[in-house]
């Protein structure tokens, strides 16, 4: 039997029973779109479509009509990649890292967090695609023999390594996101087919009772997530491999998490330009990410668990337990910060010495500081408990921290390239409407995808939730006080028999 | 409950005399080679410098600089192999409180039942921290090239602009060469907010025996605070002691990732240790909670940062290797191939125990709840941490009069029965099993 601690809180609130849950969450999937999701989205579109005239200018005018010049060859494109590929590092570090954890509170988020970082990924992706400049011909990117026009790609170059590494992430996660879902949308699938038992079409039915019966009849969700569930049945035998899939998932997916910031931090580490060499730029960009990552995720979350009133799941407790990974987070990345700056006062190396001296007092001052503010200083305030537990703070919070970490890697590509060694070559960089543009067009992919998610599919694990319910409902703790009283009263009854 | 095991809550360890004879004898016998040791060194370069004219004649080394103009002393490698256990040591006694400030810190409930083996880790850092002092104000100038005041004097022929740059990081405020205080101050606060903090989590972790409800958890939540102070003050000073007292060795160089690196490998270290200390006690009938549950986590844990220890070592030669900046790569090239290639398989070794060994041999799940796998993986562990310290602690210091013999055999003797002296001694001091612990009902039904 699974045990739990009384100073544990629950993390599903309100007694809900196994059946609240399986209802509380098919609700927004089986029922008629309401007018908030209506106007979110429409708004996600528009804002996809206006995106998307800057997308096509890109690549009609070529990527001349960024702001790029002769010094900074890499500013927005990479800066949004980057800033992409880091939200996405949360979902699968709450599938896979917090499952190999035993975190039961990821149960929760993780149906969400998955989601988000694939629709990341691929807005991440979407800025490659948009710097080649000439999208057809992406698959040159891969090892193809020169007879398919493409030349062999460089193997040492770290850029063609960012292919594999994001490739394969997105792979996995997408995997291991629908091997989650199949259970949960096999249950959408029975409950459909059960309004088409429940209301035959007979050939008795008069024409009312026809339309009342065709109202209920639900044969195109049916027909869907049966096509999706890939004939679940739910047998002990399946459950049982599904559970071993996760687990493999898992295994597969932390190595693959860690790697792909890693890098993309090759991206910049590996060469030899002043604040992008640096050797700590692996395990720091990665915990950039999952910093980011965590906000995003939080962002969203405290978004829907509004919208679709899964104030019961999503709890308090869930939201802290988050707010400590961010300043956890935040705080490496904070010494990561500082130890760059040390280490390039300690080397000795004065391009190195420059190139921090120059992002924290030069021309980008305003972006180091953002960057100071908003990643190093604002995550402290959550450890303040009132803080970590409102709603208000950790969303304006969560908001901060994806500005921050934007900042961040703007402040590490730009203000290193902008000043070379040249000083005649030195420049600035101003971004051009194609710039901003084609930024947009990535949140509204983002946004577009993400409702489309949150509508059509289950945004919570209804079984993962099911699993873990009876050990951390209210019930468990008091049962675990409960059962520490009754034993103290028999230790004390001994005590004085 | 009708499934619940009685267990005895009250157990406590006993320290018999008997080990405790053994622990004295080993210190004794260490005592006995390290004598031996500095014998056969003092008779072998007794008259003068091993390999020395062929060295000066040769011009030095960049690493080695002006530290080679003072002279190579037999007793540099004494100094040099007490260093690098005060160092292993106070890594893993640091650890161990580091273990039990997450366990806090995540509510982790699996490991309560063995939380005071991690908690008698801190007990031995007043006596690293002593050693290691002792050490420096005798052999500063053995084994830190930095110490050396000609480095400092523009005028002087052994001016080094790159070293007199970072001047201000040992010596602050005083002059560049006098009297290291900045670092002192440094080394005395890291050991001061070390034990403190721990004395202050241990002071309530040990206060939940007495408390008459168990549902008070008013110990549990100051331990828990007093946690994340540790683990706040421990991350920026995990980083700047690495700095201290094992980059600055080789004071030419220098690497961002190195406090991490350096963290990682004490981490695992530290994580063998208590996994073997487990196992030891289990062993002798203590710790009857303590099954193949929680030694697959144990196992879990090394397994997971050995490959994390391999994830930095790899970023760190990676990075450097492919910048191929001299100033960089002479860290790895001194290891591979400076100093007549000697410390080259202690290299290669270090990454065969250190990743392949635990990354084969702990990847299945039935190794992980086998005591006898753990603890061939966690000497292993041991062993290659020990070595990966070595390789950084000794090509700076000792250069091409390294080895491994009778010193370095007997110093790691002594260590290891004077941590264990300490750990069992500390242990015998309380109740072995946190009876009060809000997460104990927890490891007790621990199942996965």
Partial sequence: MQVTSHVREPLVTNGKTMHDITQDICRQVEAKPTLAWLVAFAISVATLLIGSVALASTWWYGIGVWGLNKTIGWAWDITNFVWWVGIGHAGTLISAILLLFRQKWRTSINRAAEAMTIFAVLCAGSFILMHMGRPWLAHWALPLPNTYGSLWVNFNSPLVWDVFAISTYLTVSVVFWYVGLIPDLATIRDRAKITLEENPLLPTDTAEERKAKK???????????????FG??????????????????????????????????????TSVIPGWHTTIFPP????????????????????????????????????????????????????????????????????????????????????????????????????????????????????????????????????????????????????????????????????TLFFLFAKFLPVINMAEVKTVLNSTDEKAKKDAEQRIREEQKQTETETVG | MADH????????????????????????????LLVAGAVFLALDTGGGHHGGGEHHGGGHHEGGGGGEEHGYNWMTRIWANFWLNGIFFTEIAVMGVLFLAIQYLAKAGWSASF????????????FTGGVLLIVFLFANHDLFHWTHSSLYDKAGEEYDSIIANKAPFFFWPFESGSFPVFWLARFVLYFV??????????????????????????????????????????????????????????????????????????????LAVITLAVIYLKEQGYLKMVNENHLHD?????????IFWTYIWFSQFLLIYYA?????????????????????????????????????????????????????????????????????????????????????????????????????????????????????????????
């Fill in chain 1, 232 to 269: 679940w049945e739910g047998g002990a035998k399946v459950w049982a491999r599904y559970e071993y899939v996760a687990l493999i998932l898992a295994g597969l997916s932390t190595p693959l998490v860690l790697s792909v910031h890693t890098i993309v931090s090759f991206d910049f580490a």
């Fill in chain 2, 298 to 306: 144990l196992g879990k844990f090394m397994f997971a940062f050995s």
């Fill in chain 2, 5 to 32: 095991i009685q267990y005895n809550l009250e157990e406590r360890y006993e320290f018999t005399p008997k080990l405790r004879k053994q622990l004295l004898m080993v210190i004794g016998i260490g005592l006995l």
């Fill in chain 1, 284 to 447: 720091y960009f990665v915990a950039g990410a999952i910093f980011s990552g965590f906000a995003m995720v939080l962002t969203l979350m405290l978004i829907t668990r509004v919208v679709f009133k899964l104030e019961d799941y999503i709890t308090i407790e869930h939201i802290e337990v988050m707010n400590k990974v961010i300043i956890l987070t935040g705080s490496i990345v904070g010494i990561a910060y500082i130890t760059e700056f040390f280490v390039a006062w300690y080397s000795g190396v004065e391009y190195e010495s420059y190139a921090f001296i120059n992002r924290a007092f030069g021309p980008y001052w305003w972006a180091y500081a953002a960057m100071m503010t908003c990643n190093v200083i604002s995550p402290q305030l959550f450890w303040f408990r009132t803080i970590r537990r409102s709603l208000v703070w950790t969303f304006v919070l969560s908001i901060v921290v994806n500005i921050g970490m934007w900042f961040e890697r703007f402040v590490i590509i730009v203000t290193s390239l902008h000043r070379d060694y040249l000083p005649s070559s030195w420049a600035m960089f101003y971004p051009t409407i194609y710039d901003v543009g084609d930024y947009v067009f990535s949140f509204g992919l983002f946004f």
């Fill in chain 1, 215 to 229: 109202a209920k009849r639900r044969p195109i969700s049916a027909f869907m997530y049966g096509l999706l569930s």
């Fill in chain 2, 193 to 270: 907010l070390w034990y403190w903090l721990y004395t202050l989590i241990k002071k309530q972790h040990l206060a939940e025996d007495n408390i008459e409800n168990r549902l008070n958890v008013k110990h549990y939540d100051k331990a828990t605070v007093y946690s994340a102070i540790f683990i706040v003050i421990f991350a920026v000073t995990s980083s700047t002691s690495a700095w201290d007292w094992v980059m600055s060795i080789d004071t030419h160089w220098f690497s961002t990732m190195f406090g991490w690196y350096m963290f990682a490998s004490g981490w695992v270290s530290g």
């Fill in chain 2, 115 to 126: 939380l005071r083996i991690p908690t008698a880790f801190g007990n031995f850092l007043p």
């Fill in chain 2, 324 to 448: 191929n900046m001299a100033e960089e790569t002479i860290y790895f090239y001194e290891r591979l191939y400076g100093y007549d290639g000697i410390y080259s398989p202690m290299l290669v070794l270090n990454l065969i125990i250190n990743f392949v060994f635990p990354f084969l041999f702990l990847m299945t799940r039935d190794a992980k709840r086998k005591a006898i796998f753990l603890k061939v993986a966690a000497w292993g562990i041991l062993i290659g941490h020990y070595l990966d310290f070595f390789v950084m602690i000794m090509p700076g210091t000792v250069k091409e009069n390294g080895g491994f013999f009778l010193v370095e055999i007997g110093t790691l003797l002594m260590f290891i029965g004077g941590f264990v002296l300490v750990f069992a001694n500390t242990l015998s001091k309380y109740g072995l099993i946190p009876k009060n612990h809000p997460m104990l009902e927890e490891s007790l039904h621990h199942s996965i």
